[in-house]
């Protein structure tokens, strides 16, 4: 599954300086507006604990991690739904995306220049909200005009063409699309569209060292703006990343963490929370050929898990043999957990859980 999540934020936020951290691509990161004008992309992969321990135990000749693709996308600026600051461009690339990573300016340096002059987070987060609900706006607005009189004799027409109503309704109270009053089935009835505002979003955001740990007042800000959107906020330190992606060794970056009085880096914990922002699940293969994690999405059934690997898998599916994660570290390998019981038979409306270690049987 290709994931994308996009980098979006205003001119000089440390959205690029966050970028290289996240996958060590050098996307330029220079003291004024526009200087990435084609998108970054960088593929990173996601940390996960268990497919080191399964790599311990099983002891493979390869092992393959789930990954995200992130992009960083140029800084819009105000006007942008209308084309100003190559606006138009820069939308464009953010609807290739599935989630949007909203990197947010909450700290205080005099040396680098705000593109509207001072630091103000929920500013420049409305800026950038109201430019893609505009976007939006004007792809619903012409949807409906082209469906309007198809809506009055067909069924499905009329479908859409009420769902779209509530969408308009709500941007134009300057809200964006996935809060609007509407059900899951709803907004997959109009994911066609590729509304702007109906991405999943992250809130970044970028701090100065001294509020790493406990955030300040326009982190504070920032949670009491998002508060009603669902949406997750996570505080990390770009300039303080940049200097742990430095380090040579893992002794020396563990090191760094813990006197600053951080577990983990901000980027495992970024790269982590837009995984599970995509509602994203990981399940195994594990052989000592190969231990791999393979992304799916919650509710997947085993056909379609074992689809992810190959079409083929899904069509001629026949059963999977699955281990629960926990009973394969306890036990240590498949045969101990063969002799145990603890192998599973499922057939094909089996639900794929979270960590499930798998061998799929099938017709080719």
């Known amino acids: 599954m290709a994931l994308q999540c996009g980098i979006v934020g205003l001119p000089n936020v440390g959205k690029s300086t966050l ?20 998108p970054n992309v960088g593929v ?8 080191n321990k399964l790599t311990e135990l099983v002891k493979p000749q390869r092992v393959v991690p789930n990954t995200i693709e992130i992009v960083d996308i140029a800084g819009l ?8 600051g190559l606006g138009n461009q820069f939308l464009g690339n953010i609807r290739a995306t599935n989630a949007i990573i909203h990197v947010l300016r909450c700290f205080d340096d005099g040396n680098i220049i705000h593109v509207d002059g001072s630091v103000d987070p929920i500013r420049d987060k409305e800026i950038i909200d109201t430019e893609l609900q505009l976007k939006d706006l004007d792809t619903v607005t012409k949807r409906i005009q082209k469906i309007e009189k198809q809506a009055k004799n067909d069924k499905d027409a009329k479908k859409e063409f009420d769902l779209l109503s509530v969408v308009k309704n709500h ?9 609007a009053p509407l059900s899951t089935e709803d907004f997959e009835e109009i994911a066609g569209l590729g509304l702007l ?3 999943p979003v992250m809130y970044v955001c ?11 007042k326009y982190v504070d800000l920032v949670k009491q703006a998002v508060a009603e959107e669902n949406a997750e906020v996570l505080v990390i330190s770009a300039k303080i990343e940049s200097e742990i992606a430095e380090l040579e060794s893992y002794e020396e970056r563990q090191m760094f963490l813990q006197d600053l009085g951080l577990n983990e880096s901000g980027v495992h914990k970024l790269i982590r929370a837009a995984y599970s922002l995509l509602d994203l699940y990981t399940y ?10 393979w992304t799916i999405t919650k509710g ?5 898990a074992a689809g992810v690997i190959h079409t083929d898998f899904e069509k001629g599916f026949i059963r999977a043999e699955v281990i629960k994660y926990n009973d394969f570290v306890t036990l240590g390998s498949e045969n101990a957990c063969k002799e145990a019981g603890k192998l599973g038979v499922e057939g094909k409306a089996y639900v794929v859980e979270d960590g499930d270690i798998m061998h799929f049987r099938f017709n080719v």
């Not at 600026?77 to 100003?84: D, I, P």
């Not at 941007?171 to 809060?179: D, I, M, P, W």
């Open 19 to 38: 970028f290289n951290c996240l996958s060590n691509a050098k996307a330029q990161s220079a003291n004024f507006p526009f200087c990435t004008i084609e």
């Open 44 to 51: 990173i992969t996601v940390p996960d604990e268990r497919l």
């Open 77 to 84: 600026v105000k006007g942008a739904s209308k084309g100003e």
């Open 171 to 179: 941007l134009e109270t300057g809200k964006s699309a996935r809060t």
């Open 197 to 199: 505002t109906q991405k």
């Open 206 to 216: 970028n701090v100065d060292e001294a509020s790493v740990v406990s955030g300040n």
């Open 284 to 293: 195994f293969t594990a052989g000592v050929q190969e231990v791999r994690a």
């Open 300 to 304: 997947f059934t085993a056909p379609q």
